[in-house]
């Protein structure tokens, strides 16, 4: 599921990139205008990297703090058959 998390993320930017080429290829606006238009639109881009990155890291640390709550009762219970076993 990372992989694909991932993967949306360099499609995004790749098809930033695309589409802001494409505007200074064909804008009809003047150069300033477009330079705007640019600058806001990678502005957008950047600012929505920067969230999901966000969540991503948020994300990845609830994970880390599940896998490590089934760690501890892992070995607690193994404590316990061991000490059952021991007897």
Do not use: C, H
Request: glycine share 10%; proline share 1%.
């Amino acid at each position: 599921m990372e992989d694909r998390d991932n993967s949306g993320v360099v499609w995004f930017v790749a098809g930033a990139a695309i589409g802001a080429s494409l505007a200074l290829l064909f804008a009809p606006q003047s150069g300033e205008a477009t330079r705007r238009y640019i600058r806001r639109r990678a502005e957008e881009s950047r600012d929505l990297l920067d969230e999901r990155g966000r969540d991503l890291a948020d994300r990845g640390r609830e994970l880390f703090e599940r896998g490590k709550r089934l760690a501890d009762e892992a070995a607690d219970i193994f404590e316990k058959g061991k000490k059952l076993a021991d007897g």
